[in-house]
């Protein structure tokens, strides 16, 4: 045997775990789903199949999309500004001392279970004794809002929560990439008398630009899942006013036990979130820079 052929052996013995647990845990739970979206089932008796009347039914169901709708509501809430903070948190940060410490405590959160994150600012936003209405009569004399029980507050305050749980992953990220950047961008800059938000326009986000097209897939893949926040402190609610896809599909498929149903909604969520990301990918060749 020689040695490529047992190197190459070698290289597929040490993948084989991930690759069993990547069929097992991903490619056969997502054929699945693609199986019975095409089904009518209970999750008791047999499985009747029914073509495409589940995915008709879906597009024709007022809650499928009112979820819709407060799912891109969400998604236009929190990536953007989520996306701004985490970038100018880590432009703040790279150049003072003790950024590991910093970078620990923003990171925190992130590491956090959601459940947990999710009952504390269930206090935090409660419009009665939460400590941020609490503060905000003591310090500016003004009402909070119902934060969570308000229809047109329950999606930018869940958003609130989000754009904070969230911070810390995008903000090490855009740390990492600023630190790839060669300082001898910003002192050629400087001698020609570039002031510092003209080095951060022409330098920075240009060179950023790949951690940046990252982070924002990543964001609104993660945005277009939501589903801990809504349940834990809304119940999706008031009126379904943080009802969700995700929620939607776990109403359906736990809550009133169409199975097939939910899995037609989770199929329709995929290519909606596949159609995003491949749009991304085609318009990145516009405005990301490999470059530095």
Not at 172 to 193: K, N, R, T
Request: charged share 10%; glycine share 8%; aromatic share 18%.
């Amino acid at each position: 045997m020689n040695k490529r052929l047992t190197d190459s052996l070698w290289g597929y013995a040490f993948i084989l775990p991930q690759m069993i647990g990547l069929i097992v845990f991903a490619l056969i739970p997502l054929v699945s789903a693609f199986v019975l979206s095409f089904m009518k089932w209970d999750g008791f008796g047999a499985k009747e199949f029914i073509g495409l009347d589940n995915f008709v039914g879906q597009f024709r169901n007022p809650d499928f999309t009112l979820a819709l709708w407060n799912t891109a509501w969400y998604t236009f809430l929190v990536v953007p500004v989520g996306i701004v903070l985490a970038m100018l948190v880590a432009v703040a940060l790279n150049k003072v001392r003790g950024k590991v410490i910093y970078r620990l405590f923003y990171y925190m959160p992130v590491v956090t279970s959601s459940i947990a994150v999710s009952i504390v600012w269930l206090w935090l936003l409660n419009s009665e004794f939460g400590i941020i209405n609490v503060y905000l009569k003591q310090w500016f004399d003004i009402e909070g809002p119902d934060w969570l029980t308000d229809r047109k507050m329950v999606i930018p305050s869940i958003a609130m929560l989000s754009i904070w749980w969230g911070l810390g992953s995008n903000m090490v990220l855009f740390l990492a990439g600023l630190q790839g950047i060669s300082s001898s961008y910003y002192e050629a800059a400087q001698i020609d008398g570039a002031s510092k938000f003209r080095q951060f326009w022409h330098i920075t986000l240009p060179l950023l630009s790949p951690t940046t097209f990252f982070c924002t897939i990543m964001s609104i893949i993660g945005s277009f899942q939501v589903f801990d926040q809504s349940f834990v402190m809304t119940g999706g609610g008031p009126a379904k006013a943080s009802y969700t896809i995700v929620y939607h599909v776990y109403q359906l498929a736990f809550v009133e036990f169409t199975f097939g149903k939910s899995a037609a909604a989770a199929v329709i969520l995929f290519f909606i979130i596949l159609t995003l990301t491949l749009i991304q990918m085609y318009t990145s060749k516009r405005w990301v820079h490999y470059g530095g």
